[in-house]
Nanobody
Framework: QVQVVESGGGLVQSGGSLRLSCVASGTIREIASMGWFRQLPGDQREQRALVATMSVGGITDYAASVSGRFTVSRDNAKNTAYLEMNSLKPDDTGIYYC?????????????WGQGTQVTVSS
């Protein structure tokens, strides 16, 4: 079982910066990918949209809306991922979730954290 914990959210003014952290712990076999997803405020369907991900090999994927402003990074030795968010906009507001994909003997499984709130005021 893998536990995922996010931290670093908060309230920031438009144009400001935040840094989110995600730590995976427990009995981890191999982490294939760690990434960040956002749930919009008031979304009854609780859909989570891709923000940024990074594979164990360092391959990154960003949503077009954050490219050039956000940077995802990982410390594989610590099973930790970071999301550096700069030039924040009110549209970046939401609950940010960390997703960890673990490979265990050829089977992939997703683990999610509890989410951290990011609020950007105009």
């Amino acid at each position: 079982q893998v536990q995922v914990v996010e931290s670093g959210g908060g309230l920031v003014q438009s144009g400001g910066s935040l840094r989110l952290s995600c730590v995976a712990s427990g009995t981890i076999r191999e982490i294939a990918s760690m990434g960040w997803f956002r749930q919009l405020p008031g979304d009854q369907r609780e859909q989570r949209a891709l923000v940024a991900t990074m594979s164990v090999g360092g391959i990154t994927d960003y949503a077009a809306s954050v490219s050039g402003r956000f940077t995802v990074s990982r410390d594989n030795a610590k099973n930790t991922a970071y999301l550096e968010m700069n030039s924040l906009k009110p549209d970046d507001t939401g609950i940010y979730y960390c997703k960890v994909i673990e490979n265990r003997y050829g089977i992939s499984r997703d683990y999610w954290g509890q989410g951290t709130q990011v609020t950007v005021s105009s």
